[in-house]
């Protein structure tokens, strides 16, 4: 799985998970259970992952969405 967002925004994260969902893409997002540990404040930054092999069509789709300033930098 690669990373592309790392935030603690619910709207944000269900938002790209829908993007991802209609283009087929297998995304997960992973830290959601932290909340238990941290006392349910959401302070702790839950990450969005996706398939390795389709995360350049992923990051596109976000980018043209308008969450360009959310993704992690891309790997070089």
Known sequence: MHELIRTNDPVLLSFAESLMKDAGIHCF????AMSILEGSLGMLPRRFLVEEARADQARRIL???????ELRPAKT
Request: proline share 0%; no cysteine.
């Open 29 to 32: 997002i992973a830290d959601q």
């Open 63 to 69: 980018i043209d969405a308008g969450l360009g300033d």
